[in-house]
């Protein structure tokens, strides 16, 4: 009686911030109804298998309850029935480097509590981990508004303050020492954050000591390296790393324990990916489930000759910022301070290695630089980056869904289109294996509720990079 009573109490806490944001903001929603069926769509279910065309998707509540064959799926008489015809249907992104803040221009930095909140959902990523924090309280109480249904965002994994050595930036703990790094990941585990981030100058004594730290309190460690190669990381129990090979300088001939050698990625450009020291680092990731984050656009935006950026990235952003953003992009284009095409490539080839030899990749934008990478629109760019290293489209889609929701423990629940599962979907209003990007999300369901992406996009439009 009591455990009915339980249950019964804990489904209507579920329900209820549900209901409470579709009504606080009933502008924004493009389809009503308790009960929602997607007719005749191509699915691309995040699981990797071949697009499945003809679907139905049955969404009852903030659940998939049915998915198969137009035909097959009894749809209720109350559902709302939308026709797909020539549309695409994926699992909601989980975006595995996906701050809180911005970075862009001259070096301007902000919270986007209101805008990055907006613009993730609107660009299909239903779910983020931030990866970093600067303000960690911000990113708590943004969490706690937005699963209480009072602010518009992706479902969310926070961070505690980045953790680094003797370098970084003035927001970061610049650690002392291991008894440091241990107080300050007790402090913001108790508080409530379910990550870590270490960063580039953190000592292998520190991050050994963070990691350690952190297991106890059941939350989890990943890390922007370079004064810790991937191997000793891995050693030391770390759970994830960032960026793939921009971030590994364990090749670099001149590395000295605890150093980060500067400029070490220019080495690279003759790396052989399936040669034993490269072969030797997945190896031990992947016997040790340390899955790695793909963040290509955040390089992309910096390397030589590749094509401009997409306009809808100034169009958002606030007017100030877009023109200084535009010249910087301009500048790198042409080659000033800007990344090598050949190391770029590099990186590609150093991905498609690690998921052919059995790795865990996931991604995420990592709105940082000088800011032509923003929240959700730098996801999106990211699906096309990864087609260009080299990956199928159904593959694209499983990194950017269900391998992030593995990182994070919530594949029983996310990250796929299938029964069950909550109803994190992206709809795209064009055939996903056509077009080859994500440009034509039109419809982003969280929880079951189905946002407007394009309304979204409207009510932050030029104020991206100041709130
Ligand atoms: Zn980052």
């Known amino acids: 009686m009591k455990a009915a009573a339980t249950s019964f109490l804990l489904a209507a806490m579920v329900a209820i911030p549900a209901q409470s944001s579709a009504q606080n903001f009933g502008q924004f929603i493009a389809i009503e109804g308790p009960v929602i069926a997607l007719t005749h769509a191509k699915v691309i279910d995040g699981t990797g298998a071949p697009a ?24 209720p008489a109350n559902a709302e029935v939308v026709d797909l015809s020539g549309q695409t249907v994926i699992p909601g992104l989980v975006g595995l480097h996906n701050h809180s803040y911005y970075t862009g221009g001259n070096g301007r930095a902000a919270q986007l509590s209101f805008s990055g909140s907006r613009l993730y959902l609107a660009s299909g990523v239903t779910t983020i981990r931030t990866t970093g924090a600067r303000q960690p309280y911000a990113e708590l109480n943004l969490k706690r508004e937005i699963d209480a249904g009072q602010v518009i965002g992706p479902t969310m994994f926070t961070t505690g303050p980045y953790l680094t050595g003797e370098q970084g930036s003035q927001t970061m703990a610049r650690l002392q020492g291991p008894e440091q790094a241990r107080r300050i990941v007790r402090y913001w585990a108790e508080e409530g954050v379910s990550w870590f981030k270490a960063y580039t100058w953190i000592s292998r004594a520190e991050l050994g000591a963070a990691i350690d730290e952190a297991h106890r309190h059941g939350v989890k460690v990943t890390a922007h390296l370079c004064s810790v190669g991937y191997r000793e990381a891995v050693a030391l129990g770390i759970d994830n ?37 490269v072969q030797a680092t997945f190896r031990d990731m992947i016997d040790n489930d340390v899955a790695m984050t793909s963040t290509l656009v955040v390089y992309e935006i910096s390397v030589s000759g590749r094509p401009p950026i997409d306009e809808r990235v100034y169009d958002v952003l606030a007017p100030e910022i877009a023109r200084e953003v535009r010249q910087i992009a301009i500048a790198r284009r042409a080659g000033r301070g800007a990344i090598d095409p050949a190391i770029f490539s590099k990186a590609m080839e150093y991905e498609r290695a690690f998921v052919e030899a059995g790795g865990l990749l996931a991604a995420g934008v990592d709105p940082t630089g000088y800011g032509a990478a923003p929240p959700g629109l730098g996801d999106q760019r990211n699906f096309e980056l990864l087609l260009e290293a080299g990956f199928s489209t159904e593959e694209v889609v499983q990194i950017m869904s269900a391998n992030g929701a593995k990182v994070l423990g919530i594949d029983d629940d996310v990250g796929t289109v299938e029964a069950g599962k909550l109803a994190d979907l992206v709809v795209i209003d064009a055939d996903l294996e056509e077009v080859g990007h994500l440009r034509d999300t039109k419809i982003v369901f969280r929880h079951g509720i189905a946002w407007d992406s394009a309304k979204l996009v409207d009510s932050i439009r030029g104020i991206v990079g100041i709130r």
């Open 241 to 277: 790393l960032e960026h793939g090979l921009f971030a590994n300088s364990e090749y670099a001939p001149d590395k000295r324990p605890d150093d980060c050698p500067s400029g070490f990625r220019s080495g690279y450009v003759d790396l052989d990916v399936h040669g034993p020291e």
């Open 52 to 75: 499945a065309l003809d679907q139905t998707i049955l969404i009852e509540g903030d659940r998939i309850t049915a998915v198969g064959p137009s035909g097959s799926v009894r749809v």
